[in-house]
């Protein structure tokens, strides 16, 4: 039997996926401790782990990458905050190592200081990504733009071109990150990519053929499908009346001022013989008006929508959008910023769905982007017959087991 302590940002977009993972550990006898949002640890205490709430200074620095005007405004906001939160998630790990006394750790991809104080300590440790992970590859496109993949000479041009640029501009922010891994007392890193290479086991919940083959990629970064998990919830009763398609549309939890994409489905689908559910998440509802075929709410369970749906509008983020794929349920994307862009990609390539660009959003193109995503089902379909095949929680659990059996200070 083997204690684990799984570390994770303040995001329940990064708890819920591994939350399988978890209770997979749980089932084969191992002890989970976890320590995460302080909302949240009252639903994992019921889940049978040791719960207790990371750092209050991690969750009171938001993300605020809404407020850019560019997508590297974006980007640069995004990072300023992970480095923010890495001054205070790194030493609070430390701290929950020495309260929990684990055997081994799990840690956010996110969590930039706790990974650096799981690199320099003496436990066994792995890390999981929900999310297209930003590394570097010849095999796909930089990551970020949501390019398409090269063709020609032209297209490796531009792979080449954009890929150093956006690689330049990463490694700016070293010095901010080395600041923190200096305070942890780790070694300096020359990359910021090499930080995604760091962990001895990476747990990287999507799979081919959604993500890119990647022949360059170290073996230890090991594809076990999305994580899919809601905290368990009736459904709503009016669910059951409804006998007409079922178009999902959500915005994101975390916010990022994306209500508009509410407001265009509800009049591009209000005289469409469907019933539009619209969850608006980190946007407040107030002054949403719903047409007849429509209902809006804050918050939804989302599981037993997404069987019942026809399709899903979303912002494309990763949890949304690997759930209904995962249910065959094709998406409409609407990327918004951060990783969306790829996300919207990946999508469209796969034949799971389609995209439409933010700056291009209006009633008319998003009726007709969410109509062809509606002919798309087959594809998703694809995707989750991919997804299955990937193992799930049980590949993830198998292949923690496997790392400790590899690491000599394992206490099984």
């Not at 039997?1 to 708890?15: D, V």
């Not at 998440?281 to 369970?301: C, S, W």
């Amino acid at each position: 039997m083997t204690r684990f302590l799984a570390y994770t940002s303040p995001a329940r977009g990064h708890l819920y996926p591994l939350v399988p993972t978890l209770l997979e550990l749980k089932r084969r006898g191992h002890e989970v401790a976890v320590r995460t949002l302080a909302s949240e640890v009252g639903l994992m205490r019921e889940l049978g782990f040791d719960a207790a709430p990371i750092d209050p200074a991690i969750e009171a620095r938001q993300i605020d990458d809404w407020r850019a005007k560019s997508p590297v405004g974006a980007l640069k906001l995004s990072l300023a905050a992970f480095f923010e939160r890495a001054r205070h998630d790194g030493p609070d790990l430390r701290r929950a190592i020495e309260e929990e006394r684990p055997d081994a750790l799990l840690v956010d991809i996110n969590t930039w200081g706790a990974l650096t104080t799981a690199s320099t300590g003496d436990l066994p440790w792995a890390s999981w990504c929900p999310y297209f992970l930003p590394l570097p590859s010849r095999d796909a496109p930089p990551f970020g733009p949501g390019f398409p993949p090269a063709k020609g000479l032209a297209g490796r041009f531009r792979d080449r071109l954009a890929g150093a640029l956006l690689m330049r501009f990463y490694n700016s922010t070293l010095p901010a990150l080395n600041d923190v891994r200096r305070e942890l007392g780790a070694a300096p890193l020359y990359s910021v990519a090499d930080a995604l290479r760091e962990p001895p086991l990476l747990l990287y919940q999507t799979a081919e053929p959604f993500e890119y083959h990647h022949s360059d990629w170290p073996d230890r970064i090991v594809m076990t499908g999305p994580g899919i998990w809601d905290p368990p919830a009736e459904p709503p009763a009016w669910l059951a009346e409804i006998t007409k398609p079922l178009v999902l549309v959500t915005c994101s939890t975390e916010f990022q001022d994306d209500g508009r994409l509410v407001r265009a489905a509800l009049e591009a689908l209000a005289d469409e013989d469907v019933q539009v559910v619209a969850t608006t998440a980190g946007v407040d509802p107030a002054g949403i008006d719903a047409p007849p075929n429509a209902r809006v709410e804050r918050f939804l369970p989302h599981g037993p929508l997404v069987e019942r749906a026809a399709c899903v509008i979303c912002h494309g983020g990763m949890g949304i959008t690997q759930k209904a794929l995962a249910a065959g349920v094709p998406v409409c994307v609407v990327p918004f910023g951060r990783d969306q862009l790829e996300v919207a990609r990946r999508v469209d390539l796969a034949g799971a769905g389609t995209r439409l660009a933010a700056s291009r959003l209006n009633p008319k193109r998003l009726r007709a982007a969410t109509l062809e995503a509606m002919s798309r089902r087959d594809g998703a379909r694809r995707l989750a017959d991919a997804f299955a095949r990937a193992g799930g929680p049980a590949a993830a659990a198998d292949a923690l087991e496997h790392e400790l059996d590899r690491q000599p200070s394992a206490a099984l």
